[in-house]
């Protein structure tokens, strides 16, 4: 059984930083691409940022300069470090992983259970 587990996350004001990570355990196979969502109340989840492989990444546009992904392939375990943080931030925050499991050739995509980030002004 795969699973994405998340930990992190958090209270912290305005200006301040936080960092998430989510490790992929299971029998896998490999993990492609790695990124995370978030959804605040009332709004549609949306991308923060991903990470391929081969550490190519993409970020939403309100979070670049802020915000770093990168990921650990051996560990198979994605991080998000969010700094200057803001109260727009304030969501929960899912961690996302395209993983083939152990025995198979394709991909099926991963959520985690998401964590609370809140921003307090």
């Known amino acids: 059984q795969v699973q994405l587990v998340e930990s992190g996350g958090g209270l912290v004001q305005t200006g301040g930083s936080l960092s998430l990570s989510c490790a992929a355990s299971g029998s896998i196979f490999r993990v492609n691409i790695m990124g995370w969502y978030r959804q605040a109340p009332g709004k549609q989840r949306e991308l923060v940022a991903d990470i391929t492989r081969g550490a190519n990444t993409n970020y939403a546009d309100s979070v670049k300069g802020r915000f770093t992904i990168s990921r650990d392939n051996v560990k198979n375990v994605v991080y998000l470090q969010m700094n200057s943080l803001k109260p727009e931030d304030t969501a929960v925050y899912y961690c996302?992983?395209?993983?083939?499991?152990?025995?198979?050739?394709?991909?099926?995509?991963?959520w985690g259970q998401g964590t609370q980030v809140t921003v307090s002004s």
């Open positions: 996302n992983a395209d993983i083939a499991a152990a025995g198979t050739s394709w991909y099926s995509k991963y």
